[in-house]
């Protein structure tokens, strides 16, 4: 085996994502950095923003949210779950003790991201292994 058939990922799915299923739900995601250029081009933006040089000057707690932020706008291109009539756009919350489904928007997915940072990790996790982007992995996720 050779280099590009080990490591070569599809630039489509790098930048328009891939779906990830869980399930009863699932999230597709763009990879983050490869030759998707928007996530650090943002993350770059944000920090000029903050009026900071580089990112180890932002707080920790401010970092970790400005990354979220960041990464639902740039590498989360779609979240659905599993109703009555197949897959349908929406994203899983709490409010007041209570799951509910609440339409898919960015506010929406940070909140979901936030109350569940298991959830937050494995799609960090997702989203920065070349593997998901190569045309084999994906074409073996759609035979599932």
Not at 90 to 96: F, H, I, S, T
Request: hydrophobic share 35%.
């Amino acid at each position: 085996m050779n280099p590009f058939e080990m490591f070569e990922t599809e630039e489509s799915y790098e930048i328009n994502g891939v779906w990830q299923d869980f399930g009863d739900f699932r999230i597709k995601l763009a990879r983050s950095g490869g030759k998707n250029t928007a996530y650090n081009k943002m993350l770059a933006d944000e920090i000029k923003k903050l009026g900071k040089a580089t990112f180890d000057a932002v707080d920790p707690e401010e970092a970790t949210d400005l990354v979220r932020k960041v990464f639902v706008k740039t590498i989360i291109k779609d979240h659905e779950i599993k109703g009555k009539k197949g897959w349908e756009k929406g994203v899983y919350v709490k409010k007041d003790g209570k799951i509910t489904v609440v339409p898919f928007t960015s506010d929406n997915m940070e909140l979901c991201l936030k109350q569940l940072p298991e959830y937050w990790d494995k799609i960090q996790q997702y989203a920065d292994d070349y593997k998901v982007f190569q045309r084999e992995v994906e074409t073996e996720i759609v035979k599932k």
